[in-house]
């Protein structure tokens, strides 16, 4: 029997992108109705391959921005979790064979733009030690390091031929499915499922705890006109 449902809001695709809209919409003001929609499970598609990695390095200022914003909003669930979505902020390292990187110099100046010269710090030896020291803090920016000696004491598993790393720093690993039931948390105080001939299941209505509002994670896949 088909059901209809009234809603403020409704979101097209339960993957990280849709959860985490149907989160902010709920957690922030929870008074709108949410219905997130999706053919498939949550999680299930693009966002089910992610190798879970975040780092504030991109090819635009304005995405450089974006992520850094993004960043925030992780760190602040991090913090109000005890770190429940371990996230961590060891980096991420781009390692390469060549001497001449210069077009990736250049890449990194476009992508942190008016605040790259602040940010980007070549590391060709001489300080080494504080670099080396600087390994378990918490960084933005970028370390460049040309020193292969460096490049040697700080990540002893590149192979030897590693002649160049570019170190990004506002950068880490973090747990999806855990930032997924974290961004869950408003949306999902209760789950009915329902199932449907064959066993397969066909929805869950989902209804936001001691508030009356209620919303509802939907499978179904949405065409540009009903029939
Ligand atoms: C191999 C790989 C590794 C990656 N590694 C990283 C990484 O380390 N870090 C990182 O930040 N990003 C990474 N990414 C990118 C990241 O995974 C994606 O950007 C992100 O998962 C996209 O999320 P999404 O919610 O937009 O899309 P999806 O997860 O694909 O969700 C879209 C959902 O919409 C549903 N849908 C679509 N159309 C309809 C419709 N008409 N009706 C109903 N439902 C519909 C789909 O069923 C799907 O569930 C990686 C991607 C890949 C492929």
């Known amino acids: 029997m088909p059901q209809t449902t009234a809603a403020d809001v409704i979101i097209i695709g339960a993957g990280i992108a849709g959860i ?5 919409l709920t957690c922030k003001e929870p008074a709108r109705k949410v219905v997130l929609v999706d053919a498939l499970l ?40 005890s ?19 210069s077009e990736l110099i250049n890449g990194l100046h476009t992508g942190y733009g008016t605040n790259a010269a602040d940010l980007i710090r ?3 030896g001489r300080d ?5 020291a600087s390994l378990s803090e918490k960084h933005t920016g970028v370390d460049v390091i040309t020193d292969p000696g460096t490049i040697r004491r700080a990540f002893p598993a590149f192979d030897p031929e590693i002649r160049r790393v570019i170190h990004i720093r ?5 747990d999806s499915y855990q930032l997924t039931i974290a961004g869950a948390k408003c949306i999902a105080a209760e789950a009915d499922i329902r199932g449907c001939a064959g066993g397969h299941t066909e929805g869950a209505t989902v209804c936001g705890g001691s508030r009356s509002t209620a919303h509802r994670l939907v499978r179904g896949r949405a065409r540009p006109a009903c029939r």
Do not use: C, K
């Not at 985490?20 to 902010?24: D, E, P, Q, S």
């Not at 450089?64 to 909003?73: C, E, Y």
């Not at 506002?170 to 973090?174: E, H, V």
């Open 170 to 174: 506002r950068a880490g690993d973090l």
């Open 122 to 124: 070549i590391r060709d």
């Open 20 to 24: 985490a809209t149907a989160h902010y």
């Open 83 to 101: 770190n429940r979505i371990n996230l961590t902020h060891r980096g991420y390292a781009l390692a390469t064979r060549q001497d001449d990187i």
């Open 128 to 132: 080494a030690a504080s670099y080396l």
């Open 42 to 81: 949550p999680m299930s598609l693009t966002s089910a391959q992610s190798g879970e990695n975040y780092r504030n390095w991109w090819p635009h200022q304005v995405m450089t921005d974006f992520i850094d914003r993004s960043i925030d909003l992780l760190e602040g669930i991090a913090g109000d979790s």
